[in-house]
């Protein structure tokens, strides 16, 4: 009963992380939108987020281990809940910026310290599930977040005090969990042995850290720049607010099924068949924007195939890397990821903009193809490699 409980709480503190971020993306994005904000402005704001995400992912090993899991999870939900209580009061740009960076810090805080917390407690032989039901939360945070944009038409302060509240709930239950620390480390961890660490994990897994990446870019660039995309096609928020969730509840009810099937087949195969269809499936949004039901149908075909890319991506690191590398590896899986999400709102601004509106998924669709070619060209060398 009390692992029960242990993993609820966790998986509570998860879920809200994702329901803030999945939120507060398009929340921005329409607030500026409303305001007449440049798309290329509103998409830079955006990177805010994730910026504060990278900034904190090479220091949170070290905090970690001096503060111990508890103490991380409550500063990180101390931070997005200060945060977000002061949207409504400090209403200017700069400061907004900043403030979406606070809440990016504060995120990767819970994020990482509860992600590590369960894979510390948790015996190997029920790990996999663990982390399936974890991601899942994350997920399902994520898909319900933009429900509550519309509540900004009802007053501006209503989505930013609503996430406030259910953030001091989640982070609040972590005070009834006994603090623990990491395993000691036999090595001293230090920037220049991870910076060492990444080089060589680069060399042999290159590969698997563009799915991260490009997850990354997709993730960001549909829930801040989408809802720009949708507005200036004469969808409206209610539209909005319903397509943006597809997204989500595909990877929800795909992810463990093809990642069941990423343990039976080449890896390599299946993350190349994904991409393409991924790519194929992104290509059709530009021609279907206007269609209310289409985009809906496109979003979850979307997230079935491409929801899964940072998670299988993951996994395909850890099968091409050797152990010793592998916690390099995980971070450098996180930092890939964060710098995917910077530019994806940059890139999809910009793509608006440049285009008058137009081609905005086409975009995304070419940048899953490349992902697509570099696969092949993976599996190809590695096929010559093994002849030789």
């Given at each position: 009963?009390?692992?029960?409980?242990?993993?609820?709480?966790?998986s509570?503190?998860?879920?809200?992380?994702?329901f803030?971020?999945?939120?507060?993306?398009?929340?921005?994005?329409f607030?500026?939108?409303r305001?007449?904000?440049?798309?290329?402005?509103?998409?830079?704001h955006a990177?805010?987020?994730?910026?504060g995400?990278?900034?904190?992912?090479l220091?949170?090993?070290?905090l970690?281990?001096?503060?111990?899991?508890?103490?991380?999870?409550i500063t990180g939900g101390?931070?997005?809940?200060?945060?977000?209580?002061?949207f409504p009061?400090?209403?200017?740009?700069s400061i907004?910026?900043?403030?979406?960076?606070?809440?990016?810090?504060g995120?990767?805080?819970?994020?990482?310290a509860?992600?590590?917390?369960?894979?510390?407690?948790?015996?190997?032989?029920q790990?996999?599930?663990?982390?399936?039901?974890?991601?899942?939360?994350?997920s399902l945070?994520?898909m319900?977040?933009?429900?509550?944009?519309?509540?900004?038409?009802?007053?501006e302060?209503?989505?930013?005090l609503?996430s406030?509240?259910?953030t001091?709930i989640?982070?609040s239950?972590v005070?009834?969990?006994?603090?623990?620390?990491?395993e000691?480390?036999?090595e001293k961890?230090?920037?220049?042995s991870t910076?060492?660490?990444?080089?060589k994990?680069i060399?042999?897994?290159?590969?698997?850290?563009?799915f991260p990446?490009?997850?990354?870019?997709?993730e960001?660039?549909l829930?801040s720049n989408f809802p720009v995309?949708?507005?200036?096609?004469?969808?409206?928020l209610i539209?909005?607010t319903?397509?943006l969730?597809m997204?989500?509840l595909?990877t929800?009810?795909f992810?463990v099924?093809?990642?069941?099937l990423s343990?039976?087949?080449?890896?390599s195969?299946?993350?190349?068949?994904?991409?393409l269809?991924?790519?194929?499936?992104?290509?059709?949004?530009d021609?279907?924007i206007?269609?209310?039901?289409?985009?809906?149908?496109?979003?979850f075909i979307?997230?079935?195939?491409?929801?899964?890319?940072y998670?299988?991506?993951?996994?395909y690191?850890?099968e091409?890397?050797p152990?010793?590398l592998?916690?390099?590896?995980?971070?450098?899986?996180?930092?890939?990821f964060?710098?995917?999400?910077?530019f994806?709102?940059i890139?999809g601004?910009?793509v608006?903009?440049v285009?008058?509106n137009?081609?905005f998924?086409i975009?995304?669709?070419v940048?899953?193809?490349?992902?697509?070619?570099?696969t092949y060209?993976?599996?190809?060398?590695?096929?010559?490699?093994?002849?030789e």
């Amino acid at each position: 009963m009390k692992n029960k409980q242990f993993v609820f709480i966790l998986s509570a503190v998860v879920s809200i992380s994702g329901f803030s971020q999945g939120m507060l993306l398009p929340l921005i994005s329409f607030i500026f939108e409303r305001d007449h904000v440049p798309s290329i402005v509103n998409g830079f704001h955006a990177t805010s987020l994730y910026i504060g995400v990278f900034l904190t992912s090479l220091f949170l090993e070290g905090l970690l281990r001096k503060w111990g899991f508890k103490p991380l999870i409550i500063t990180g939900g101390v931070l997005v809940c200060l945060s977000f209580l002061l949207f409504p009061v400090l209403q200017a740009m700069s400061i907004w910026f900043v403030l979406r960076l606070i809440v990016g810090v504060g995120d990767n805080m819970l994020h990482f310290a509860t992600q590590s917390w369960l894979t510390h407690v948790t015996p190997r032989n029920q790990l996999g599930r663990a982390l399936a039901y974890y991601g899942l939360s994350f997920s399902l945070g994520f898909m319900l977040g933009p429900i509550l944009v519309p509540l900004v038409n009802i007053h501006e302060s209503l989505p930013f005090l609503i996430s406030a509240g259910l953030t001091f709930i989640a982070f609040s239950l972590v005070f009834t969990l006994k603090n623990s620390f990491p395993e000691p480390s036999e090595e001293k961890v230090s920037l220049s042995s991870t910076f060492i660490n990444f080089r060589k994990v680069i060399h042999t897994s290159w590969i698997a850290f563009l799915f991260p990446m490009v997850f990354g870019v997709m993730e960001s660039s549909l829930n801040s720049n989408f809802p720009v995309f949708a507005l200036k096609h004469d969808l409206s928020l209610i539209d909005i607010t319903w397509i943006l969730p597809m997204f989500s509840l595909g990877t929800i009810l795909f992810q463990v099924p093809i990642g069941s099937l990423s343990d039976r087949m080449n890896r390599s195969h299946l993350m190349l068949l994904l991409t393409l269809i991924g790519a194929g499936i992104f290509l059709l949004g530009d021609f279907f924007i206007a269609h209310h039901y289409g985009m809906m149908a496109i979003f979850f075909i979307a997230g079935v195939f491409t929801g899964s890319l940072y998670s299988l991506g993951v996994t395909y690191m850890t099968e091409l890397t050797p152990r010793y590398l592998l916690p390099a590896g995980n971070l450098m899986c996180g930092i890939v990821f964060s710098i995917g999400s910077i530019f994806g709102p940059i890139i999809g601004g910009t793509v608006i903009s440049v285009t008058d509106n137009q081609f905005f998924f086409i975009a995304i669709s070419v940048l899953i193809l490349l992902t697509s070619v570099a696969t092949y060209i993976f599996i190809l060398n590695n096929r010559k490699f093994s002849e030789e």
